[in-house]
């Protein structure tokens, strides 16, 4: 009769197991040039609200990696850009980088529209000396979600007798009976900055929603102007462009007298939202 240990059947046991083992690859560390990786505690985000901001953690980071820049941009069907500035991310224990980038207030997220703009995106990077000596740049990024969220909305162009008449804005996504305030700004082509022209505000329905005119006179055929509600929920923006109308250029082509030159951007003479 043969006798077999508890000793005896855990080695073979063990040595039965033994059989199926396999050994797994070594995965090899990232090489410079390589993209890094890029996790977000959120990818999507409510229209008129960055919330707490785009919080990032990047691994698959080269070693000897310092610095690891942070961005948010969006993208539209004419160009794109950051609507915030980049953020250094801070190195952690295991080697990974995190960091958060809040864009203003002032550029909020915009649920895209029927051609699926604008796009956001969320990137992170680094720079490094390829074997030329060049300094190259390894980036990734991630497409935000924007979703339905409060909203601001009307035409993206007027004429100058357009605006003096008064053109209709639609506020909507903001809570009941809330009032919403903001002002109206245009862009100086003379200094590249925006000027604040008037503010206002709007008490809205019990579904968070209303309706308001949007008075400008003085403005001149060129100039961009930025409509910019804030409520509970967030901040929005809206633009419209003043265009040439039939008023201001002639457009039949009877008219003889040639069209006067574009006057230079100036501060409107009054601003009434009238909502």
């Known amino acids: 009769m043969?006798?077999?240990t508890r000793t005896a059947v855990a080695l073979a046991g063990a040595a039965t197991l033994g059989l199926g083992l396999v050994a797994a690859p070594a995965t090899a560390a990232p090489a410079l040039g390589d993209e890094?990786?890029?996790e977000l505690a959120t990818s999507t985000f409510k229209a008129g609200s960055w919330g707490d901001g785009v919080q990032f953690t990047v691994t698959e980071v080269p070693e000897g990696v310092e610095a690891v820049e942070l961005a948010v941009g969006s993208m539209g069907e004419n160009g794109g850009g950051l609507v915030a500035e980049p953020v250094q991310a801070e190195r952690q224990v295991d080697g990974s980088f995190t960091g958060t980038v809040?864009?203003?207030a002032d550029t909020p997220p915009v649920a895209p529209d029927a051609n699926g703009y604008p796009v956001y995106?969320?990137?992170?990077g680094y720079e490094y000396t390829d074997e030329n000596g060049e300094t190259q740049y390894a980036s990734t990024f991630v497409e935000l979600t924007i979703t339905d969220g409060v909203s601001v909305t009307g035409p993206d162009e007027a004429t100058v007798a357009e605006l003096a008449a008064g053109v209709p804005l639609q506020f909507a996504g903001f809570n009941s009976n809330e009032t919403v305030t903001g002002d109206i700004r245009y862009?100086?082509?003379e200094t590249g900055e925006e000027e604040s022209i008037g503010d206002f505000s709007a008490t809205l329905g019990e579904n968070g929603a209303g309706e308001g005119v949007l008075t400008i006179t003085g403005a001149s055929v060129g100039q961009q102007f930025r409509v910019v509600?804030?409520?509970e929920e967030g901040t929005v923006?809206?633009?419209i462009t003043v265009v040439e109308g039939s008023d201001e250029g002639g457009e039949d082509g009877d008219d003889e007298t040639?069209?006067?030159a574009p006057e230079q951007p100036r501060k409107p003479e009054r601003v009434d939202t009238g909502a």
């Open 258 to 260: 040639p069209a006067p």
């Open 36 to 38: 890094p990786v890029v």
């Open 121 to 124: 995106t969320a990137s992170a």
């Open 237 to 239: 923006s809206h633009y």
């Open 102 to 104: 809040l864009p203003d």
């Open 187 to 189: 862009f100086n082509a």
């Open 229 to 231: 509600a804030s409520g």
């Open 2 to 4: 043969r006798i077999i």
